[in-house]
């Protein structure tokens, strides 16, 4: 009697599990069916209303850092269309790394910050922008011209300096000029100049700030070639429009040593200037010597350059 009892249970186990397959199966067929009917009805109605125009980013969508004085372009504008993002969506999860990576190209931007999305359609930037230092004065054969450059040498935008006809704005003649001779930058906007000597000549005139107008300033002369094997024993020296000559010494260099100590050298000249009227215009031209700090010396020009 056992062994039909036995048959049984198995048979009505074997029954339950065939019926819970059976609708296991079913409700698998019809979460496909769904599936298969939401890919297709995203397709068709769905991703065309996101990638649409309607959710299309356009430049007013981006709120940026509010541009300085001395960027005159449509940042927001060219960072879409450098950046490829006409026409992208505001719903796209990965938006904002998208447009940190644009601006980060942009050669005015020194250092993106922070990207948000807004509600209800609206993309926050911070970011800090690159200060202009100086104009690096290059010659190639005949022709001369002028190329800005910001406290690392980093190569700017030339079309922010310059009017329509191609004439320097009357702002960036306050800039201090290097006089770098042959040597040219060795990438686009955005890249460092690439010629140490460069570098160091714009480490001071950041040193300087707006005070280098006010000491009556012009131009800053780079070392000669030789030492770039050599940079130890380099030294810089700038003029003043009034033909004077200060004998810097080495650059400001780049850690808070160094800039502390260029910060002293210019208020020490700042005072120079201010007390004598030494740097002014009309007054003779005089030699400034600032390489020793506990000894700044002032005399006559002397027509031999250290």
């Known amino acids: 009697m056992s062994e039909p009892s036995e048959h049984g249970a198995v048979s009505r186990l074997a ?3 065939e019926g819970r397959t059976l609708r296991l199966c079913l409700a698998l067929a019809i979460l496909s069916g769904i599936g298969i009917g939401l890919t297709f009805a995203w397709r ?10 309607r959710y299309a980013i356009t430049a007013d969508d981006i ?7 001395w960027i005159r372009g449509d ?3 060219e960072v879409l269309r450098s950046g490829s993002l006409e026409g992208a969506s505001l719903l796209d999860p990965q938006l904002t790394i998208k447009v940190a990576d644009a601006f980060r190209l942009h050669p005015w931007v020194r250092e993106v910050q922070r990207v948000t999305k807004q509600y209800p359609a609206k993309v926050q ?8 230092a100086a104009l690096v004065e290059v010659s190639v054969g005949d022709a001369r011209g002028v190329l800005p450059v910001d406290g690392d040498a980093v190569l700017l935008p030339r079309d922010d300096f310059v009017d329509d006809a191609g004439q320097l704005l009357p702002r960036a003649l306050a800039y201090p000029v290097i006089v770098a001779g042959d040597s040219i930058p060795q990438g686009q906007a955005g890249s460092p100049w690439g010629d140490r000597r460069v570098y160091e000549a714009a480490r001071i005139a950041a040193a300087f700030g707006d005070d280098w107008a006010t000491c009556g300033l012009f131009k800053i002369l780079l070392p000669s070639p030789s030492h770039e094997e050599s940079p130890e024993q380099a030294e810089y020296m700038l003029l003043a429009r009034n033909g004077s000559r200060i004998l810097w010494g080495r650059s400001a260099g780049k850690s808070e040593e160094e800039q502390a100590a260029a910060r002293e050298k210019v208020e020490r000249l700042v005072k ?4 004598n009227g030494a740097l002014q215009a009309g007054a003779a031209p005089v030699e400034i010597d600032l390489r020793d700090p506990a000894d700044v010396r002032l005399g006559p020009a002397t027509a031999q350059r250290p």
Request: proline letters at 14%; glycine letters at 8%; zero cysteines.
């Open 125 to 132: 930037v911070a970011v800090e922008y690159r200060r202009p």
């Open 63 to 69: 709120e940026a850092t509010p541009l300085p004085d």
């Open 44 to 53: 068709k109605w769905g991703e065309p209303v996101v990638h649409g125009p």
């Open 272 to 275: 120079l200037a201010s007390d």
């Open 75 to 77: 940042m927001a504008g």
């Open 15 to 17: 029954a339950m599990l």
